[in-house]
């Protein structure tokens, strides 16, 4: 039978001299816990002034940022080479993660709230990387909502969208505000523009629909995106929040349509000038994959 992971069993401790530095859970009945300078370090060699983990040892099974049971100012790191890794806050500074200190104030904050919250409020996480954060497991719904819909139970929150591991992700409605409005900054800036002209590229790609183009409409098709640059960058001059789109006249890829029984698309744009618009953001947003009237 292989022990528990972070679990060292006793047994490998007591043989030879290793019996009379090893701490068992007896002795952490009988003492209080020791200050940060009692704590075994090498004094010779290269590893000089690092941890002894060999002496710090202790029966038990941990989770990482638990604290040491004996020594002051020690958190559990991993379970590794057969034995426990211990380590300083300092080690979770340096990786820019939280400190296993922040991560027990978050617990406590977590913990209270989950004590005092209604039913209309979902759960906070206690443990784990994610702690203090909302659990997604409950606000899990069986359809697949749209962006900015409102939770069914949970009024206060919404969809946001998917995971990586393919979870819905839910937002507090102040937050997804907050989160939408620094999207929209950062869309407005030159890395935010190239990275969405290289997802539409890319979205373009896929769709089959484009057309070998002549050096001069290539010429006029990046000037129509240079003309809607300049007109976003002159509304902001000006002080105005507003910014504009390039619109496709007849859409790359149109709402399908029942005809004769199955469902069909009645027509496709091309990616050309004779195509492209300069459109108001809120009236593209608006106007999606659909045909205006004044155009059709």
Known sequence: MFPLRGVVPIDNYLSGNRIRNMHTQ????????????????????QNKGKLKQTLLQVSGEFTSCDPHPIY?????KSFSRGKQWWCVSEYWEKQGLPTPM????RQRKARAYNLKKSDSEPSLLENGSKCGYVDQ???QVSWEPKLGETHPKYYNFRYWGKERSGSQCWKHAKDFK????????WAQTPEGRAVRSALGAKRRKTLNNNIALPKD???????IYHTRDALTLAARSAGS??????DHVMPLKPNLINFNGTKQRPFTGLHAPWNLQILEAKENMSKSNKVLPSEG
């Open 72 to 76: 002051e100012g020690l958190f559990y």
């Open 217 to 223: 409409a290539l010429d006029d098709l990046r000037g």
């Open 102 to 105: 922040e991560i027990h104030e």
């Open 26 to 45: 007896s002795t952490l009945d009988l003492v209080t816990k020791l200050p940060f300078s009692d704590v075994p370090r090498w004094t010779k060699g």
């Open 178 to 185: 907050k989160a939408a409005e620094q999207i929209k900054d």
């Open 241 to 246: 929040s507003e910014c504009f789109h390039v």
């Open 137 to 139: 497991s409950p606000m």
